[in-house]
């Protein structure tokens, strides 16, 4: 994942996997409303002809910030609930 940038390179990237007739799918961080940052994933799908020259290119991007952040807090909870389950254990090991 990378911040877009217009020099980033990301869409030349895009570009070159489309010209070969591949999806090109990527996830990049976008600066929105009220300065908070925006996950969004897109791909750039090519259409080709009947010589499988590519004539068009489709775009199609999903705002996936709701599903990353809580994707980072069921880590956060998951290592909390690691932790506790180690302490528990350790206490009964020495309870013992």
Known sequence: ???????????????????TGETSPHEVEVL?????IANIDFSIKPITDETNR???????????S?????GAEIYKLK??????????TLRAIANL
């Open 32 to 36: 929105a409303a009220g300065n908070t």
């Open 54 to 64: 590519v004539v068009f290119l489709i775009w199609e991007a999903q705002d996936i």
């Open 1 to 19: 994942m990378g911040k877009f940038t217009p020099n980033s390179g990301t869409f030349v990237l895009g570009d070159r996997a489309c010209a």
């Open 66 to 70: 709701n599903k990353k952040r809580a």
């Open 79 to 88: 290592t909390q609930l690691e932790k506790c389950v180690a302490e528990r």
